[in-house]
């Protein structure tokens, strides 16, 4: 069973095998190494390593072809997370369709740009609360409009409202 997993993750590399050989097996093959094990106790080892190499390759391969409307619309939010900003702003920022922009968003990164967003502005929040700075400048000046709205997804991200994180810094 073990070895039928590590056959389907490395065929799932079939055109980018080279690559994952020479930099994740250093140049070594899988069969090669497995006829290099000297007793069957070292079998689990060496194939958890194996899966997990593969795991973080596909991750990092991923991560790094990231589509570049996504990447563009990412360092655009980093840079003016504090300003109001819809979905058709953004998209107009790429020069892409909003609904494109959306799916595409969601897809690669795993939430949608709203919650990409909020998790900057509340990322942001945080520090400077930590920092001392009071809590109505801050909810303010990191884009929040609504200092309850603030409270309550702050209160969900960190299970402390945002008075007593500043009170417990």
Sequence with gaps: ECLRLMYIALSELRDDESDFVSRVMQGTPPFIELSRLNHKSQFRPW?????????????????????????????????????????????????????????????????????YLTDLRLTEARKRLLDGERVGIVCHEVGFKDGRHFAKLYKEKYGITPDREKKHK
């Design 47 to 115: 194939l958890t390593g194996r899966l997990l190499d593969v795991i973080n390759w596909i991750r990092e391969k991923n991560h790094s072809q990231r589509h570049i409307y996504v990447v563009q619309a990412m360092e655009y939010l980093d840079a003016h997370f504090a300003e109001a900003i819809s979905l058709q702003q953004l998209a107009d920022v790429v020069h892409i369709n909003a609904a494109y922009l959306s799916t595409l968003f969601k897809k690669e990164i795993g939430i949608s740009y709203v919650k």
